[in-house]
């Protein structure tokens, strides 16, 4: 079941502000006792799914600029959670994938993530049509940032 806000806003970017707000402490309660932070988790994941990944790749799928997904990137490999190996097609670029103790963190955040995200699931309805709708949100923010950028 869906419910709506009790309280109208001026725009859809802030509604995309609250519901980022709540769903922001939705994971940060259920993920308390988490060995990963919900970001870091969220890195984790985008490396476990789709990995071996290139980092200018893994940081388009979690949608952060590249020099922040440099610092996760960082933090991933002095804790011994990330294995880099050369990109085949190009030397200079590399793959990452989740070491053991990696995939061993990321299984143990998981088990905090997924109540809320059943629980969350459950309220939504209709998954798929979430999903396809904040697939219209990522492709509108993506070019909307791109004609700005291009204005100067």
């Given at each position: 079941?869906?419910?709506?806000?009790?309280?109208?806003?001026?725009?859809?970017?802030?509604?995309?502000?609250?519901?980022?707000?709540?769903?922001?402490s939705l994971i940060t309660?259920?993920?308390?006792?988490?060995?990963?932070?919900?970001?870091?988790?969220?890195?984790?994941?985008?490396?476990?799914?789709?990995?071996?990944?290139?980092?200018?790749?893994?940081?388009?799928?979690?949608?952060?600029?590249?020099?922040?997904?440099?610092?996760?990137?960082?933090?991933?490999?002095?804790?011994?959670?990330?294995?880099?190996?050369?990109?085949?097609?190009?030397?200079?670029?590399?793959?990452?994938?989740?070491?053991?103790?990696?995939?061993?963190?990321?299984?143990?955040?998981?088990?905090?993530?997924?109540?809320?995200?059943?629980?969350?699931?459950?309220?939504?309805?209709?998954?798929?049509?979430?999903?396809?709708?904040?697939?219209?949100?990522?492709?509108?923010?993506?070019?909307?940032?791109?004609?700005?950028?291009?204005?100067?």
């Amino acid at each position: 079941m869906v419910v709506s806000c009790p309280v109208a806003r001026s725009s859809l970017l802030f509604d995309l502000f609250a519901a980022n707000q709540r769903v922001k402490s939705l994971i940060t309660k259920a993920m308390a006792r988490s060995p990963l932070q919900p970001d870091e988790y969220a890195v984790y994941s985008g490396v476990v799914e789709f990995g071996p990944i290139a980092p200018t790749d893994l940081a388009d799928v979690v949608g952060m600029p590249p020099t922040t997904l440099s610092h996760y990137i960082r933090r991933m490999r002095e804790a011994g959670h990330l294995v880099e190996q050369r990109k085949p097609t190009d030397g200079r670029s590399r793959l990452l994938t989740l070491s053991a103790a990696g995939m061993t963190a990321h299984r143990a955040a998981n088990r905090t993530f997924e109540p809320a995200y059943a629980a969350f699931v459950k309220r939504v309805g209709d998954e798929a049509a979430v999903k396809a709708a904040i697939a219209v949100i990522e492709s509108a923010a993506r070019g909307a940032r791109a004609e700005l950028t291009a204005k100067g």
